[in-house]
């Protein structure tokens, strides 16, 4: 039941990040005006080069574990807990074009289950710490306002390294670290607050390939142009 | 016996990923733009022949993910560094060559393609290369061995421009083995074998990057009973396996 | 236009990198593994073993094929199957008698290790007396062929193509080592068992072999098990959220929490060798040594289960392999060594100086012909390890150079080794 309150919610945070699409004010910026005029020029070799920009992302949110998992037999009255609570730390080079490029980091409960065996108790709780590079784009990009949501929404993609993380409580403790190769994709929707800053709302799906750990992430974020040059 | 409750499958978690990019197209609806002008813009992988006479050029890297049947616990994404070479000859018909190298093994490539122009903004493209590879490796007390091969791919590509700055491509490929030598000391296997040997799949991207640097960016996905990357594990498997590839070029 | 593009793109990535085709081999023949030989006795099981020509059948199974009975012990019972090794696509048979009356049936199923096809199988013996097939009934006359004929069927249809084998000539019988890889072959040879488990070594002599090699290492707590990764995996074990090295928990733990990839125990080495003693016609146990520390432990249970076996009134190898010079170091740490014996796999003059009885080479550095004299005239058997292509197995068994061979292919190791003609 709890499941599907919390998928409901996911789903209302969704629209509410879609409203404010609808919502959103923001000028032109002169970025804008000059892609505009290569537009009409009927070039794309525009000889001016920048500004390029590092901005960082930061953000947290809510997980669900989304793929099958084990329980072993021997376990009695399993807990099963399938939600987490995510974090992400994204550093991102957005040159004078559309494609974007940077690092992810973070990190992510899988999930855990606890239980009894033969009157002991046990716990078993995965989480992992995605190290990916991820490309990204706007949607929209040589057409359009910064008002469009097509301008705002971005869709992510990254490849990498997931360190998945164990931890067992059953007559002691083992806590170990594995290694899986893995992928991410993302779509994000960013408002703009402020001349550096934005928030942003995005879906996430991490996918630790070698583990077979998954999860889907809904995430505010806040991001910031740190450095333009 | 323990046994494990399956509790949810991930196949339910791609179908919703379709259904996300089925939204995120309807979200494009209203957002067409003008297509009078389309730029020529360069790029390796859609389908739209170079000026005649001139060429085209690319170096990136391919990363290559091993699948665990062969290389069990150890998953990896091997990298290999990619050149690519196209001549226009006329408005629809160019050469291409590739070369791809891991040092101890590497695989060249030649063929052509013929596209046909659909619109100003959708084309395709009917190709054939043929590949030779070589891989060699002297290892104390772990290998003296070489092998090489032959393959061919004949391909379709379609391309789409889906606005003036970013080109889609898929292409499909079959990949058809013509010859196979393998050499451990002083023994050799041959097999003559001319067979489909698996079909890929692209997924390509290609659009400015920085300044005027333009790059490739993709995935292909190939299921086949061999990849010459893999040569020295000595792959006995009549099953296509799955090697998924992250392509990264850039546009010279 | 463009939605339907998008959507087109969409749909098209996720079909095509949601394809990940999962491959499984489902044994359908349920054995019955009746205790006793029924009508197929002593005699009958000794006419029975050969080199078949293949007529019905041969596109399949290839044109020729090596027939031979293995056992089961179970307690006070043994239980006998019939094994056909193949040339093509590293195919078997594992058959059993059947308890029908009026004629000799055997009853099982095929399987091509190189994929996952498999099927039914259903066999007659008869004999060619005078011309004229009829059915055997356990008496053979002079000038009588043994011929084997029935039927097999697909994976998803009952027996349906005719199979017939007619007896050429006996089996080979230079001696020869053949050891299945982790006892029996990898997880990715989907066997109806897992590897480095107790259920796949009762398996590995219908499989064809006649030794076993498998991976040992120590739990957090010491306790020697069969286990070949070096962390716990899906490619090996079900998913429970357990992660890293085995050597990080005891025993207890991975017994409650972990089991194989078919539903089977990790077991000890000890269980392991109590199997191969009690259960099997096993005669070589290869104790790779996967684990980093003192070996002190499993040459103790190598000691025990060599006089457990010597008591039982087998012949049975069982040796501690060496790959490498962390493992050398260990044995050089023993206390008392010079009871010991040892395979090592690295260069011949290491081998030598460790006064090890087996050396066994990577194959893939040749038939290193020189070498492996050198070591052969020097007294010591020589193995290859591990070889699965079908073709350099035919080559390696042609040298006859080698004394073994370690494969995860251990029924095609057979079928070139069984038809050789010298």
Redesign the interface.
Same mark, same amino acid.
């Given at each position: 039941m709890i499941y599907r309150r919390l998928q409901t919610t996911s789903w209302v945070v969704l629209l509410l990040l879609l409203s404010l699409a609808v919502q959103a004010q923001r000028p032109s910026s002169a970025r804008r005006q000059r892609r505009l005029q290569a537009i009409e020029a009927d070039t794309l070799t525009d000889t001016r080069r920048g500004p390029y920009t590092v901005v960082v992302t930061a953000g947290g949110g809510l997980s669900y574990y989304s793929t099958?998992?084990?329980?072993?037999a021997?376990i009695e009255q399993t807990r099963l807990s399938r939600f987490g609570t995510p974090s992400s730390l994204r550093v991102m080079w957005y040159p004078d074009h559309r494609l974007r490029v940077g690092l992810e980091t973070g990190w992510t409960t899988m999930?855990?289950?606890r239980g009894q $065996?033969a009157g002991e108790n046990?716990h078993?709780? $995965?989480s992992a710490v995605p190290i990916l590079v991820v490309f990204s784009m706007p949607l929209g990009w040589l057409t359009g306002t910064d008002r469009s949501i097509a301008r705002r929404m971005a869709i992510t993609a990254g490849t990498g390294l997931y360190v998945?993380h164990?931890r067992?409580d059953?007559?002691?403790t083992?806590m170990?670290?594995?290694n899986s190769l893995g992928w991410m994709a993302a779509a994000s929707y960013t408002y703009p607050i402020g001349r550096r800053f934005r928030i942003a709302g995005e879906l996430k799906w991490f996918d630790a390939v070698?583990?077979?750990n998954a999860a889907f992430t809904a995430e505010l974020q806040l991001v910031w142009r740190a450095f333009s040059w | 016996?323990?046994t !494990?409750r399956n509790l949810y499958t991930?196949?339910n978690l791609?179908r919703q990923?379709?259904y996300?990019?089925?939204l !995120?197209?309807?979200a494009?609806?209203g957002?067409?733009q003008s297509s009078k002008v389309w730029p020529l813009q360069p790029g390796i992988y859609f389908p739209q022949a170079p000026v005649p006479g001139k060429w085209r050029k690319s170096v990136g890297v391919v990363f290559t993910t091993t699948p665990?049947?062969?290389t069990?616990?150890i998953r990896v994404s091997v990298p290999a560094i990619d050149f690519n070479l196209q001549r226009g000859l006329s408005k629809n018909f160019y050469l291409t060559g590739r070369f791809q190298t891991q040092f101890v093994q590497s695989n060249i490539g030649v063929g052509f393609r013929w596209v046909k122009p659909f619109t100003n903004r959708l084309f395709m493209s009917a190709g054939y290369d043929i590949t030779g590879w070589l891989g060699a490796?002297q290892i104390?007390?772990?290998?003296?061995?070489q092998a090489f091969g032959v393959e061919t791919f004949p391909n379709v590509s379609v391309g789409?421009k889906?606005t003036r700055d970013l080109r889609?491509t898929?292409r499909t490929e079959a990949i058809v083995d013509l010859y196979y030598r393998?050499?451990?000391?002083?023994?050799a296997?041959v097999?003559n074998r001319r067979e489909v040997n698996g079909v890929a799949?692209t997924?390509m991207l290609e659009q400015p990057f920085y300044h005027q640097r333009h790059v490739s960016v993709g995935?292909r996905?190939a299921?086949s009973n061999f990849n010459w990357q893999l040569w020295?594990l000595?792959d006995?498997?009549?099953?296509?396996l799955?090697y998924?590839q992250l392509i990264f070029g850039f546009i010279l | 236009?463009?939605? =339907?593009?998008?959507?087109l793109?969409?749909?098209?990535?996720?079909?095509?990198?949601?394809?990940?085709?999962t491959?499984e081999a489902l044994v359908p023949y349920d054995f019955t593994n009746l205790p006793g030989s029924g009508q197929f006795g002593t005699a009958v099981r000794a006419v029975t073993n050969g080199v078949y020509t293949v007529s019905n059948g041969a596109s399949e199974f290839g044109d020729q094929v090596a027939l031979k009975w293995t056992y089961l012990h179970n307690g006070a019972d043994t239980s006998y199957y019939l094994s056909v090794f193949t040339g093509k696509?590293?195919a078997y048979f594992n058959l059993e008698g059947t308890s029908q009356t009026d004629s000799l049936v055997l009853g099982g199923y095929w399987r091509?290790l =190189?994929?996952?096809q498999i099927g039914l199988a259903q066999l007659t013996l008869r004999v060619k007396h005078q011309g004229k097939l009829q059915l055997y009934k356990g008496q053979l006359a002079p000038g009588d062929t043994m011929v084997i004929d029935g039927l097999y069927g697909d994976k998803n249809s009952k027996l349906s193509h005719p199979i017939t084998l007619t007896y050429n000539r006996p089996l080979n019988s230079r001696p020869f080592s053949i050891m299945a890889h982790r006892s029996g072959g990898?997880t990715?040879d989907l066997l109806p068992a897992s590897e480095n488990s107790v259920e796949i070594i009762k398996l590995a002599s219908r499989l064809g072999a006649t030794g076993i090699e498998v991976d040992v290492r120590y739990t957090?707590d010491g306790v020697p098990i069969l286990y070949h990764?070096?962390?716990?995996?899906?490619?090996?074990i079900?998913?429970?959220?357990?992660?890293?090295?085995v050597e990080?928990?005891?025993y207890?733990?991975l017994s409650?929490? =972990?089991?194989l990839i078919n539903?089977?125990k990790i077991p000890t080495l000890e269980e392991a060798l109590e199997t191969v003693v009690n259960n099997t016609a096993l005669n070589f146990v290869w104790l790779d040594t996967k684990y980093i520390g003192p070996m002190d432990k499993v040459q103790a249970i190598q000691q025990k289960y060599r006089q457990k076996a010597l008591q039982a009134g087998r012949d049975l190898r069982i040796i501690i392999g060496l790959p490498s010079t962390e493992a050398v170091d260990s044995y050089k740490a023993l206390a008392n060594k010079e009871n010991t014996p040892i395979l090592c796999?690295?260069?011949t003059a290491l081998t030598r100086s460790l006064g090890a009885r087996i050396w066994a080479?990577?194959?893939?550095?040749?038939?290193?012909?020189a070498e492996v004299q050198a070591m052969k005239a020097a007294g010591l058997t020589v193995f290859v390890w591990t070889l699965?292509?079908?073709?350099?197995i035919r080559?390696?068994i042609g040298?006859n150079q080698f004394d073994g061979i370690l494969s995860n292919?251990s029924p095609v190791v057979a079928f070139y080794h069984y038809t050789e003609q010298p």
């Open positions: 099958h998992l084990g329980v072993p021997a999930y855990s289950y $065996v046990t078993v709780y $995965v998945n164990s067992l059953y007559l002691g083992v170990t670290n594995t070698a583990v077979e | 016996m323990a !494990i991930s196949s791609f990923l379709g996300s990019a089925l !995120i197209g309807f494009q609806l957002m067409a665990p049947e062969l069990e616990e490796l104390k007390d772990v290998f003296s061995s789409y889906l889609f898929f393998s050499q451990v000391g002083s023994l296997v097999y799949f997924f995935v996905g299921y020295s000595f006995t498997f009549d099953r296509n799955f998924p | 236009m463009k939605p =339907v593009i998008y959507s793109l969409g749909l098209l990535l996720v079909a095509s990198l949601s394809c990940r085709k491959y696509d590293a091509k =190189v994929n996952d990898r990715s957090k990764d070096n962390t716990l995996n899906l490619r090996l079900q998913k429970n959220g357990l992660m890293g090295p990080d928990y005891t207890q733990q409650t929490f =972990v089991r539903g089977e796999e690295l260069d080479p990577r194959w893939t550095l040749g038939p290193q012909t699965d292509e079908p073709e350099f080559e390696f040298q292919y």
